[in-house]
Structure formats: structure tokens, C-alpha cells
């Protein structure tokens, strides 16, 4: 079955600065991947997503590439705000299911 | 519009005993999807229903484990004999039918569950 393995488990940065996670998947049949941030306590919320036919998606401070080749994909965040204090779950479907990485706890210093 | 709810939201019970979870999902989405998130972890995928019928239960981790979904709509997750390693956060999530194989999920607010 798929594997997700996500990187860095936690990250700190200053506000304004950028962040970037880094995720790989195994299963090449995977053609949709999203991103979800979850608050503490709350749901998953999707973020921003992309599939296989796109190389890179772009949404105001969130983006998102995507390397079939190399089974990799990343999720960049600029101009961090406090508010994008979460952890953020990359996610691979090679079907309908999503499998999930383990996740990246990001906080952003004010 | 409503989003997908759940119910109960916090439910504690002994060991051995059984417990039923539900999700309704938004109205109109015809894939529905239970999530186990233990804490400080990812989530887990358990089982996929489309319609009534569930083609995908391969993540169940045992037969103590069983879903239904009903009039296409709520589903039930049933945990019989729990076990303190189901303890977990149990997460519904629904989403439209479409060509492509991935679509977005939309989740619940989810199901805390501490077995003691």
C-alpha cells in the first residue's frame, strides 16, 4: 500500500520568514495531494491540494509542488503569521482513501 | 451549509464493553470515510463507504471493528470488546463522486474516544 513519510516532525520560525514541509509517497498509481492544517482540538481543515497533471499550485501565501519523478512533493508557506501556528498533514491517494504522513507541527514566533 | 457532524463528541466507556459512533456527512456527498487519529499522530485510515456498500475496508485493525452506512447517508462505526488501545480520536469524512480517483475531503468534528 501507499506510504507518506513527512519532514520536519516540528518547525519553528520567525513571523515573516517562510516554511517549507517536504512529504514523499511510494505508491506511483497516487494522482491527488492534499494538504490539511489542524488548529489544537479541531478538525482537519484541507488547506490547499494538487494533482499529478500540475507542477505547482499557488494560493495567495500557500503553495504547493509536485515531483512525480521523484515521488515528492512540498508545501511552502510565506510571509508566516502567528495564525499559521498548526500542524499541517500531507496526504497521498492512490485511490479514494488518503494516506496520511505523521505530520509537522509549525510555530510561528512573533 | 451544514458540514459533516459527528456524534457523540467525547464518549468514555470500560473496557470490554461496545461503542457505536456516528457520522452524518453533508448532504449530496456520496463517499464517506472513517479516520483514526491517536494522539500527537497522523490519521489513520480505516474504512470507505460509497453509497451503502464499503469497497474499501482494509484498514480495520481487527473483526473487532465494523461499519455500515445506511439510505447512503449516516454511517455507524461499531467497536465491540474495546480495548484501551482504541483509544483514539475517530474521524468521519465525506466527499463528492467524481471521475478522478482523489477528491477533497471534507471532515468531521470527530469522536474522542477513551477506553479505561
Known amino acids: 500500500g501507499e506510504n507518506v513519510e513527512q519532514h520536519p516532525s516540528t518547525l519553528s520560525v520567525q513571523e515573516g520568514d517562510s516554511a517549507v514541509i517536504k512529504c514523499t509517497y511510494s505508491d ?9 492544517k489542524q488548529e489544537l482540538g479541531k ?3 484541507l488547506i490547499i491540494d494538487i494533482r499529478s497533471n500540475v507542477g505547482e499550485k ?10 512525480k ?12 503569521q502567528p495564525e499559521d501556528s498548526a500542524v499541517y498533514f500531507c496526504a497521498a491517494s492512490p485511490r479514494r482513501a488518503l494516506t496520511f504522513g505523521s505530520g509537522t507541527r509549525l510555530q510561528v514566533q512573533p | 451549509g451544514a458540514g459533516v457532524s459527528q456524534s457523540p ?8 464493553k461496545d461503542v457505536e ?4 456527512p453533508i448532504s449530496g456527498h456520496t463517499a ?26 482494509s484498514g480495520l485493525p481487527s473483526d473487532r471493528f465494523s461499519a455500515e ?7 455507524t462505526l461499531t467497536i465491540q470488546r474495546t480495548q484501551q488501545e482504541d483509544s483514539a480520536v475517530y474521524l468521519c469524512a465525506s466527499s463528492r463522486l467524481t471521475s478522478l480517483r482523489g477528491n477533497e475531503q471534507f471532515f468531521g468534528p470527530g469522536t474522542r474516544l477513551t477506553v479505561l
Request: net charge positive; proline share 4%.
Open chain 2, 9 to 16: 463528541s467525547n464518549k468514555v466507556t470500560e473496557k470490554g
Open chain 2, 32 to 57: 464517506l470515510y472513517w479516520y483514526r487519529q491517536s494522539l500527537g499522530q497522523g490519521l489513520e485510515f480505516l474504512i470507505y463507504f460509497q453509497g451503502n456498500s464499503a469497497p474499501d475496508k
Open chain 1, 69 to 80: 519523478t521523484a515521488k515528492h512533493f512540498s508545501l511552502h508557506i510565506t510571509e508566516t
Open chain 1, 58 to 67: 499557488k494560493d495567495q501565501r500557500i503553495a504547493v509542488t509536485l515531483n
Open chain 1, 43 to 45: 478538525r482537519p481543515q
Open chain 2, 69 to 75: 452506512r445506511t439510505g447512503g447517508s449516516v454511517s
Open chain 2, 21 to 24: 459512533l456516528r457520522c452524518d
Open chain 1, 28 to 36: 506511483s498509481a497516487s494522482n491527488y495531494f492534499p494538504w490539511y
